[in-house]
């Protein structure tokens, strides 16, 4: 039974809020034009965060072979750490996929954060749900769907992902910006298949 909300949206926003799903098949032939990558990447940096601690970096993938090559770089590591993943994996030739990861997603946004200072570290899971919140609801309004993906949070995964940052953006102040920590990601794209939201089960509680 797919998802029906319970009120009319007043406006485009909360539209695009009700009709965002999380999306495991994106067509990779049809790339996201700059324009837009640039508009979801300023998205996430108008994102509340903790403190005004603004700890959030965001790594832009653009392209289906780096999103595949980034993707290919972890999925042992996350298979390892996350055998309910296994499913999914075994079935990746069955859907057509050239990583699990970000489902084929032509572009992807993966957001660290300082691990060293203490104090901040507890506002990371907060403030990268903030922005990936703001990328996806963004990335509906534009009419693309998208996927968090929050399976590499092993060390080993998260240790893999790193590595391939590193390597590929020597641009990022990593000894001046500490130790970082690898937080939620998100792919965006045209779907290849369109599916329904599912079913939203009656969670609200009102105080009296």
Not at 34 to 52: M, R
Not at 61 to 73: A, M, P, R, V
Not at 131 to 155: E, F, H, R, T, W
Request: hydrophobic share 35%; glycine share 6%.
């Amino acid at each position: 039974m797919p998802y029906s909300p319970a009120v009319s949206a007043p406006n485009h926003t909360i539209q695009a809020i009700f009709d965002r799903k999380s999306c495991r098949s994106f067509n990779p032939s049809h790339p996201l034009s700059k324009e837009t990558i640039d508009v979801l990447a300023e998205c996430a940096k108008a994102s509340p965060s903790a403190c005004n601690y603004q700890n959030i970096n965001v790594f832009v993938l653009n392209g289906i072979d780096k999103t595949t090559e980034f993707g290919l770089s972890v999925e042992p590591y996350v298979l390892e750490e996350k055998p309910f993943m296994r499913g999914i994996a075994a079935s990746k030739d069955k859907m057509g996929l050239k990583s699990f990861i970000f489902y084929d997603a032509p572009v992807a946004f993966v957001m660290t954060g300082n691990a060293r200072d203490e104090s901040k570290i507890r506002t990371l899971s907060a403030d990268s749900g903030h922005c990936s919140q703001s990328i996806m609801i963004g990335a509906k309004s534009l009419g693309y769907d998208s996927i968090c993906v929050g399976c590499m949070s092993g060390p080993k995964a998260s240790e893999a992902a790193l590595k391939y940052l590193k390597e590929h953006c020597p641009d990022f102040p990593w000894e001046d910006k500490g130790k970082q920590k690898l937080l939620l990601s998100v792919g965006v794209g045209i779907p290849k298949i369109e599916k329904g939201k599912p079913f939203k089960k009656d969670n609200i509680y009102h105080i009296k």
